[in-house]
């Protein structure tokens, strides 16, 4: 079978947004113009195509990262019926609120492009600056809409400059709207010098015009500033411009595109999504400027057979590889794995190898995601994203590849759960059930973590802040009917050591009948990064934040015992040292002992290498560790002294201040234990006028006065 397509005509991306600018609204329209959707929901309404599960409705935000396929005709090109002579669009969803980082993380490295939109109000909002950041990390080339043009207060300049000041001054104006606030109408596209408005019921008519004549000027001059912006990309047309022959439109265009693909030019357009004013003329530029599989560099990854770098170019022909990128329980077709293919072709029915652990797979039907239906197919191409039914063992972040040749995509890392919770099943059934659903939580999300209290076995679950856990225990009731007591949220501490120690271990018991005997000497220091190429010798075990070195000479503790001491250190770091906390960041280097023929066994040896750790960690200056948030505050002016103080008074650190809009925004780093209910605080302190965000930053040592408390609430 061959593709129905070219693959230079499919564009993999997202719509990536602050909550509240408008990512469900542009979405909706997307799927509305591209013919896929006839009628339009409203949000509040939660009838939206892709936020199908009932919470996310209640909540009004999209948490799952769904793919969708829909299909585009160019504006002012003649409408294909053929689906296969359009462009193919598969958006990515991605969630717009920050506890979801997992989410973003994960969608960014399967997507080549994105959509940014930006409310016309607010401009940048912190989460648009954490996208941002996300999105420079994976090198996602990227256009921005400046949506919510229409509403009081907006404007195109100031959310403008917002980009440029505060995310990339390689952004560039590709439009300017033609009035704003109630007087919005349309936009003014710069490079072809002509005015668009938009017809029709839900704006489907784009009607192109001349410029009026008050904006005559101001778009002369801007389009000034971005002709020259594109031909300084370019040494050829530079020259000729500087000659005064402006390049041709479709040659500043083709620059343009090469510019966006390499992140050297991020262009920007605006409208008003929820007026039907100017989505469609961004669909345009997705198929102009934002990549298709092809533009891409190719995937990298390691072959786990010899340990060799490899790579895979987007082409049918090459051996197939795809990275699974989320799990995802559709109510009519059941669990589905979604992934993305780097390079050659998939068959429905056949058997992929999942080259992440090592399992074959059956893959038993492929479908598509359409906005109001499910398209089985028979075989996927490179380049392309469906999901897979039948699947067990993949998660996400695995990969899927020809068994025989197999290669390990780089992995997505996730950041660390930084809250915790208590949470109790209320009968025996539902101990069983919790504990199922639980495990199917976390394999679906990587932020999510499950653990069990050593001393009083109840259940802990991690995550990335509270509306985090607050909604996967909601799925818990729901999806899987469990009824359980839920604690309350607690600050996810660490302990970790700041010196190193010497210390040996020994578990020896021998009064009559077999004995015991386990004898251990370690070494204990702070994990040190790892040096960039550095390569891991034979002897040592590493993970991100644990090292364990075995340096036995001559069988002083014999081979088979090993194993039982790294457990027995492993086991005695989930103990933690100080108050309890699971220890991290430190290397373990055995380098003697001894044994005894009769009494030696592996308990033996983990006992011993337990105590050694435990001892050791006293003298190795332990302490707690505790995660600090980056705290963005946005209050009235007149509030600004309280705010800042009360952050103070919280152990924040200010870092800076700056205006928005009419508005000041407080930024600070603040420890997480401080900052539990502080919305409601700034409710109250700012006459429900403030608003807040917050997000992880780092792992950070508790002061000695505070790490007394925790110590002391903890016997
Ligand atoms: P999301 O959280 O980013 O998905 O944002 P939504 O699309 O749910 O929009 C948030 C709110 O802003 C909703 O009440 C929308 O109706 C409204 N909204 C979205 N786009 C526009 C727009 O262009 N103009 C105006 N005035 N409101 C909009």
Redesign the pocket.
Known sequence: MNRDYPLERVRNFGII??????????SERVLFYTGAQHKIGE??EGETTTDWMEQERER???ITAAAITCFWTKTGEPDKKDTAKKYRFNIIDTP?HIDFTAEVKRSMRVLDGAIV?FDGVAGVEPQSETNWRYADEAKVPRVCFI??L??TGASFENSYKSILDRLSPKAIRMQIPIGEESAHEGVVDLLAMKAYAFGGDMGENVIEGEIPENLAAAAKKHRGELVERIVEQDDAAMSAYLEGKEPPVEELKAILRKAVIANEIFPVYCG????NRGVQLVLDAVVDYLPSPLDLPPATGTNPKTGEPAERHASDDEPFCALAFKLQTDPFVGALTFFRVYSGTLSAGSYVYNSTVGAKERVGRIVRLQADKREEVQQVFAGEIAAAVGLKETKTSHTLCDEANPIVLEEIKFPEPVVSLRIEPKTKADQEKMGIALRKLADEDPTFRVTTDEETAETIISGMGELHLEILVDRMKREFNVTADVGKPQVAYRETILGSAETEGKYIKQTGGRGQYGHVKIRMKKLEPLVEGAKIAKNVTREDHFEFINNIKGGVVPQEYIPAVEKGVREAMARGILAGFPVVDVSVDLYDGSYHEVDSSEIAFKIAASMAFRDAAQKAKPVILEPIMRVEVVVPEQFMGDITGSLSGKRGAIEGMEDRGMNKAVHAKVPLSEMFGYTTTLRSMTEGRGSMTMEFDHYDVVPTNVAADIIASRK
Request: no cysteine.
């Open positions: 947004a602050h909550i509240d600018a408008g990512k469900t609204t542009t949000v509040h009004g935000i999209t717009g939109v949506n919510k229409d509403r008003s999504a929820l007026k």
